[in-house]
């Protein structure tokens, strides 16, 4: 089947807007996870999903981030009153379960905020 | 909680040119290691993972990694890179503990030149 699926690809926006970034994982995967990307940086963990429960959200910057999931599909980062520094590619990633060791990344959605 | 350190941010090396990346870990638990590779432009796919066995293992393209518990490293190694080796390079940790989420490295960029 697909692959991860990630919507928009790119948004461009002003500050202090909110956004709304989505990720469609595979089919059957249980696991969800949301990673931030900064230019040229390494990954920055931000919330982790087992099913529709976020057993560790301790990654998200700032009370203003903010993710659901239902079920075991498609998962929203909300992202309210954007500021510059929340520019970066937002990476959602899939697994069956953690213990099989592979995540499916999706292409990522690329935030600027002006 | 665990960490991964990647020493070296950038790594030029020239082609058929052999070449490791190193990758250092630190938890109190038994951990599952992994390297990712993002090329250009792309997401994130795994290289290979440790998860039980054999402390050599082996991923696509080539590469291979060692797990050595008593160093707590798991290096990346190639002995002959070639252009299309040119991308960032991701180890990665997750604990056996049920829930936890993986944790990544500020990533190696490894530049091949001709």
């Known amino acids: 089947g697909a692959g991860v699926s990630q919507s928009p690809s790119n948004k461009v926006t002003e500050k202090g807007k909110d956004v709304e970034l989505r990720c469609d994982p595979i089919?059957?995967?249980?696991?969800l996870y949301w990673y931030r990307q900064r230019l040229g940086q390494g990954l920055e963990f931000l919330i982790y999903?087992?099913?529709?429960?976020?057993?560790?959200k301790s990654g998200l910057p700032s009370d203003r981030f903010s993710a659901e999931r239902t079920g075991e599909s498609v998962s929203t980062l909300t992202i309210q009153r954007t500021q510059q520094e929340d520019s970066a590619v937002y990476l959602c990633?899939?697994?069956?379960?953690?213990?099989?060791?592979?995540?499916?990344f999706g292409e990522g959605s690329r935030l600027t905020v002006l | 909680a665990q960490s991964v350190t990647q020493l070296d941010s950038q790594v030029p090396v020239f082609e058929e040119a052999p070449v490791e990346l190193r990758c250092n870990y630190s938890?109190?638990?038994?951990?599952?290691l992994f390297w990712y590779v993002q090329y250009p432009n792309q997401g994130l796919q795994l290289l290979l993972k440790?998860?039980?066995?054999?402390?050599l293992v082996k991923g696509i393209n080539g590469f291979e990694a060692e797990f050595n518990k008593s160093q707590t490293s798991f290096h990346l190694r190639k002995p002959s890179v070639h252009i299309s080796d040119t991308a960032e390079y991701f180890c990665?940790?997750?604990?056996?503990?049920?829930?936890?989420?993986?944790?990544f490295g500020p990533g190696t960029r490894l530049s091949v030149l001709p």
């Open positions: 990633a899939s697994s069956r379960d953690y213990a099989t060791g592979e995540l499916f």
């Open positions: 089919s059957g995967h249980t696991a």
């Open positions: 999903f087992q099913g529709n429960s976020a057993p560790d």
């Open positions: 938890s109190s638990v038994s951990v599952y």
């Open positions: 440790y998860l039980s066995g054999s402390t």
């Open positions: 990665a940790v997750i604990t056996d503990n049920y829930g936890q989420n993986f944790v």
